[in-house]
T-cell receptor, first 114, second 112 residues
Framework: AQSVTQLGSHVSVSEGALVLLRCNYS??????LFWYVQYPNQGLQLLLK??????LVKGINGFEAEFKKSETSFHLTKPSAHMSDAAEYFC????????????FGKGITLSVRP | NAGVTQTPKFRVLKTGQSMTLLCAQD?????MYWYRQDPGMGLRLIHY???????AKGEVPDGYNVSRLKKQNFLLGLESAAPSQTSVYFC???????????FGSGTRLTVV
């Protein structure tokens, strides 16, 4: 069965600092991988996704993530944090093929200090 | 384009009451899903549907029932609400199973 691990529940960075949110997954078949962002009292917005091809994927708002099969990881990064990046971030995985469903990690809350 | 519309947006129920959450999509998607979001738990799949007239259990189905009588609608029912069902409920639809999800804006349900 597929699963996602997001270590820690809260990350705090200074404005302008590097953002690194970690995600590790487990999947028995080649996965699709996603990062979603949720701003307070809002729904989920897709940041970026990996399906096939290039392992470094770029998303909205300057975020990017790299799929590393050998490490079963899909960490999210942004070179310079902005105050508006404060939100909750979810990593998710789905397996290619029939009966595929999206499975989410527990989420990480990102705080950005002035 | 409306996308995925959830009604109601907020609801307060008393323990033992019943209610139905409606999810409607206008994208002609085959696949629809109900998730619940709880603090520190992420989103967990309650039930899903792979087409009109079909439903299947997800990770946390107990206490919920669903129906997909029309392709565009996916209903989530609580027959006898319990405080443990206090949560934010999200509906989603997709054109490919497990990929390309569009989420609704959520329903915040409180059971007292």
């Amino acid at each position: 069965a597929q699963s996602v691990t997001q270590l820690g529940s809260h990350v705090s960075v200074s404005e302008g600092a590097l953002v690194l949110l970690r995600c590790n997954y487990s999947s028995s078949v080649p996965p699709y991988l996603f990062w979603y962002v949720q701003y307070p009292n809002q729904g989920l917005q897709l940041l970026l996704k990996y399906t096939t091809g290039a392992t470094l994927v770029k998303g909205i708002n300057g975020f990017e993530a790299e799929f590393k099969k050998s490490e079963t990881s899909f960490h999210l990064t942004k070179p310079s944090a902005h105050m508006s990046d404060a939100a909750e971030y979810f990593c998710a995985v789905s397996e290619t093929g029939a009966n595929s469903k999206l499975t989410f990690g527990k989420g990480i809350t990102l705080s950005v200090r002035p | 384009n409306a996308g995925v519309t959830q009604t109601p947006k907020f609801r307060v129920l008393k323990t033992g009451q019943s209610m139905t959450l409606l999810c409607a999509q206008d994208m002609n998607h085959e696949y629809m899903y109900w998730y619940r979001q709880d603090p520190g738990m992420g989103l967990r799949l309650i039930h899903y549907s792979v087409g009109e007239g079909t439903t299947a259990k997800g990770e946390v189905p107990d206490g919920y029932n669903v129906s997909r009588l029309k392709k565009q609608n996916f209903l989530l029912g609580l027959e006898s609400a319990a405080p443990s069902q206090t949560s934010v409920y999200f509906c989603a639809s997709s054109y490919v199973q497990g990929y390309g999800y569009t989420f609704g804006s959520g329903t915040r349900l409180t059971v007292v």
